[in-house]
Nanobody, 118 residues
Framework: QVQLVESGGGLVQAGGSLTLACAGSGKIFRLLVMAWYRQAPGKQRELVAAATNGGRTTYADSAKGRFTISRDHRKNTMYLQMNNLNPEDTAVYYC????????????WGQGTQVIVSS
């Protein structure tokens, strides 16, 4: 079982950039799907972006053109490069890894807070 730990959150001004990292305790290549989710106060957790171990990616409409998800299997780390951030991106961002999206046995990280000030 691969444990996941996020890092890289923080406070940034609108228009700024942040890169989140999700480090795996083992070989993340074994995780067929890894993803970033986020949950804003009072809202449901939502998918931001996902990437397969074969390199296929998908993005929420809100992330398209601004965010980039990537996986570095040599470093056992997944990243989310976020550009042109706006206050609506403020949320706790969670790392996910499993056999598919919606895998009941998937691993989740503990979350990292992103706050975008206007």
């Amino acid at each position: 079982q691969v444990q996941l730990v996020e890092s890289g959150g923080g406070l940034v001004q609108a228009g700024g950039s942040l890169t989140l990292a999700c480090a795996g305790s083992g070989k993340i290549f074994r995780l067929l799907v890894m993803a970033w989710y986020r949950q804003a106060p009072g809202k449901q957790r939502e998918l931001v972006a996902a990437a397969t171990n074969g390199g296929r990616t998908t993005y929420a409409d809100s992330a398209k053109g601004r965010f980039t998800i990537s996986r570095d299997h040599r470093k056992n780390t997944m990243y989310l490069q976020m550009n042109n951030l706006n206050p609506e991106d403020t949320a706790v961002y969670y790392c996910y890894g499993g056999g598919s999206l919606g895998d009941p046995e998937a691993e989740w990280g503990q979350g990292t807070q992103v706050i975008v000030s206007s």
